[in-house]
């Protein structure tokens, strides 16, 4: 008996959201007066990590995302608190 075939792994890359998302991080981490390097540090990421985040080159984890709130004392909340346009309908 063969196996049906599988569906093709899709990766979902939401350039709106990664990128609301990076401008929210440097938001929260200026107000909580972090660098880069010092965010890094408490979080227990790379440097490099937190830079591509903020700039929405990956697509974070949301164990990276909860690593990221605990270092900066706050709700992963206040990380997404922004607003995502609609999603279109197809036609």
């Known amino acids: 008996?063969?196996?049906p075939p599988?569906?093709?792994r899709?990766?979902?890359f939401d350039?709106?959201?990664l990128g609301l998302l990076g401008k929210q991080l440097i938001a929260v981490r200026k107000q909580k007066k972090?660098?880069?390097e010092k965010l890094a540090l408490e979080a227990?990421?790379?440097l490099s990590?937190?830079?591509r985040i903020e700039r929405a080159v990956v697509n974070p984890t949301v164990s990276t995302v909860f690593k990221i709130a605990r270092?900066?004392?706050v709700k992963p909340s206040e990380l997404f608190d922004f607003e995502l346009s609609p999603i279109k309908e197809k036609p």
């Open 71 to 73: 270092a900066l004392k």
């Open 49 to 51: 990590q937190i830079g």
């Open 6 to 8: 599988r569906e093709k």
């Open 1 to 3: 008996m063969k196996n």
């Open 44 to 46: 227990g990421l790379p």
């Open 34 to 36: 972090y660098s880069q």
């Open 10 to 12: 899709v990766l979902i």
């Open 15 to 17: 350039d709106e959201g």
